[in-house]
């Protein structure tokens, strides 16, 4: 069974960069049939879509957080991984790890809370 | 960007009824890369339906997704206790993809 964790720092400081992992297990992350993303849902409201990844390290991001973000996939550790620059309060939220295949978003990561805060 | 808008923002009904959720998009979904999602309170979402239509699997065939274009529709066709849930739809068929705001159903 595919499961997927986020793990990193709950706390983050304003201007400071925000950097999760999210760990594959049960499954390879170089398969050829999916994607891999993140996905962020502030406290009480809708999900945003942040990006993805193929396995060879080709990216994708929403243009509206482009200029910030950068993901990246270390294949050998059957990991992938998500920097957010410059934070502010209102990058405040659970952020997801999910697999993207054919069936679009169909494993996801049990998420967890980043709180930007001094 | 495609905005997706769903109706209506809460929904009230009892168990054994029939739910009926809306997803209208900004423009048309390309191929009907419309999914449908349900998350309960401290959990993360689930995929419910994809292209509009395909159930993932493991759910239920009282869940089902019809629509194209512009108009989406997910249908409950008898309320069971755990349906109660917040509702998403996404499209993934244009860059970005976009989710929708949601749908609260909620126990009459």
């Known amino acids: 069974q595919l499961q997927l964790q986020e793990s990193g720092p709950g706390l983050v400081k304003p201007s400071e960069t925000l950097s999760l992992t999210c760990t594959v297990s049960g499954g390879s992350i170089s398969s050829s049939s999916y994607y891999w993303g993140w996905i962020r849902q502030p406290p009480g409201k809708g999900l945003e879509w942040i990006g993805s990844?193929?396995?060879?390290?080709?990216?994708y991001y929403n243009p509206s957080l482009k200029s910030r973000v950068t993901i990246s996939v270390d294949t050998s550790k059957n990991q992938f991984s998500l920097k957010l620059s410059s934070v502010t309060a209102a990058d405040t939220a659970v952020y997801y790890c999910?697999?993207?295949?054919?069936?679009?978003?169909?494993?996801w990561g049990q998420g967890t809370l980043v709180t930007v805060s001094s | 960007e495609i905005v997706l808008t769903q109706s209506p923002g809460t929904l009230s009904l009892s168990p054994g009824e029939r739910a009926t959720l809306s997803c209208r998009a900004s423009q048309s979904v390309s191929s009907s890369y419309l999914a449908w999602y349900q998350q309960k309170p401290g959990q993360a979402p689930r995929l419910l339906i994809y292209g509009a239509s395909s159930r993932a699997t493991g759910i239920p065939d009282r869940f089902s997704g019809s629509g194209s274009g512009t108009d989406f529709t997910l249908t409950i066709s008898r309320l069971e206790p755990e349906d109660f849930a917040v509702y998403y739809c996404?499209?993934?068929?244009?860059?970005?993809?976009?989710f929708g705001q949601g749908t609260k159903l909620e126990i009459k």
């Open positions: 990844i193929y396995y060879s390290g080709s990216t």
């Open positions: 996404q499209q993934y068929g244009s860059s970005p993809v976009t």
């Open positions: 999910a697999r993207r295949g054919a069936a679009d978003l169909d494993y």
